[in-house]
C-alpha cells in the first residue's frame, strides 16, 4: 500500500467521523474502512511500524491508499519521504491497545 501523511492544515478541524482532527493523534484516513478499525502500518523501508485507529476518509489523492496523521509519519519516520510503501494488518479487537498520541 501506498501511504501519505497530513496534519497543520486540518488540525483542530473535524474528521468525517465528527472528531477533532489531532495531528498528533495516532491515526490514519482511509476511504473504505469503518471508523474505529484498528490497523498496525509498518513502514517497508525502516521497519518501523505503529499502530492506527481509523477516524476519517482519504485520500484523495489517486495511487495512495491511505493517510497518516502526523504523530504516525513522525513514528514510522517518514515526514521527510511524504510518501511511502507500508504493510497494513487490521488488528483484532485483543490487539488494539496502542498509545493516543506522540509528544512532539
Known sequence: MI???YGP????????NGE?????????????LPFGTFLRITNI?????????INDRGPF???RDIDLSKGT???LG???RGVIRVKVEE???SEQIYPVSLLN
Not at 492544515?9 to 468525517?16: C, V
Not at 523501508?45 to 485507529?53: E, F, L, T
Open 9 to 16: 492544515k486540518f488540525h483542530g478541524k473535524l474528521t468525517a
Open 91 to 93: 488488528l483484532s479487537t
Open 78 to 80: 517518514m515526514i521527510q
Open 61 to 63: 489523492i489517486e495511487g
Open 73 to 75: 509519519a513522525l513514528a
Open 45 to 53: 523501508r525502516n521497519g518501523k511500524s505503529v499502530v492506527v485507529r
Open 3 to 5: 501511504a501519505s501523511w
Open 20 to 32: 477533532i482532527y489531532n495531528q498528533m493523534a495516532l491515526t490514519a484516513a482511509h476511504k473504505e
